[in-house]
C-alpha cells in the first residue's frame, strides 16, 4: 500500500510564504499525475494545482500566480510552493494522483496550513 506524507505547513501571516512536500513511497512515482488538495473546515476538498508527468501544471482560479507545483521524479516528490498567501488558503492540504481514482492511493494526513495575523 502506497503512503503519502505532506509537510511543511505551519501559522503565517497574511502576505507569507510556505512550501509543502509530499513524499509517496512507490517506485513509480513518475508516471502519475499528481495533485495538491485542500480542505477548509466545513467544505468539501478540492484541487488546487496538478502537475502532468510530463511537467504541465495547472492551478485553480484562486491560486493561480500565487502558487507553484513542482516534482521531483528521483525523490518520489512534489512540492508547493505557496506565495502571497491570504485567510481564504487557511486548510488542511493533501496530495495525491490526479485523478485520485487512477490509483486508489489512501489519503495521508495532510498539513495544516494557516493564514492569519
Known amino acids: 500500500q502506497v503512503q503519502i506524507v505532506e509537510s511543511g505547513g505551519g501559522l503565517v501571516q497574511p502576505g507569507g510564504s510556505l512550501r509543502l512536500s509530499c513524499v509517496a513511497t512507490t517506485s513509480i512515482f513518475s508516471i502519475y499525475d499528481m495533485g495538491w488538495y485542500r480542505q477548509a473546515p466545513g467544505k468539501q476538498r478540492e484541487l488546487v494545482a496538478r502537475i502532468s508527468t510530463g511537467g504541465k501544471t495547472i492551478y485553480a482560479d484562486s491560486v493561480k500566480g500565487r502558487f507553484t507545483i513542482s516534482r521531483d521524479n528521483a525523490k518520489n516528490t512534489v512540492y508547493l510552493q505557496m506565495t502571497s498567501l491570504k485567510p481564504d488558503d487557511t486548510a488542511v492540504y493533501y496530495c495525491?494522483?490526479?485523478?485520485?481514482?487512477?490509483?486508489?492511493?489512501?489519503w495521508g494526513q495532510g498539513t495544516q496550513v494557516t493564514v492569519s495575523s
Open positions: 495525491n494522483t490526479n485523478p485520485t481514482t487512477i490509483s486508489n492511493w489512501a
